[in-house]
């Protein structure tokens, strides 16, 4: 909190409002890949906790489809991530 209110008196009306290092949203393949390492969770295991077949699996950690709605609402709630990060919101 101390951080914030030593660079609020910085900012003022000549503050440029694109940030040249914008803080990027999480992707889902990233979230997914740290919550496997977390839950200590290998492909198959993956397969196994969402119901779906390994080229499935496969082509969401490498991005080359979205989950449908009825996994995105597995994912969610068995890797705990956040519905808007499943959902690209």
């Known amino acids: ?7 609020l008196p910085l900012v003022d009306d000549n503050t440029p409002l694109n940030d040249k290092n914008p803080i990027e949203l999480d992707l ?3 979230v997914i890949k740290l919550r496997m390492y977390e839950m200590g969770l290998n492909q198959v295991k993956l397969l196994e906790l969402l119901e779906v077949s390994l080229s499935r699996v496969s082509d969401y950690l490498t991005g080359r489809c979205e989950p449908t ?4 609402r597995v994912m969610s709630r ?4 956040d519905a808007n990060i499943v959902l690209g919101i």
């Open 78 to 81: 068995k890797l705990n991530i």
């Open 28 to 30: 889902l393949v990233d």
């Open 1 to 7: 909190m101390e951080r914030i209110e030593e660079l």
């Open 69 to 72: 709605l009825k996994v995105a």
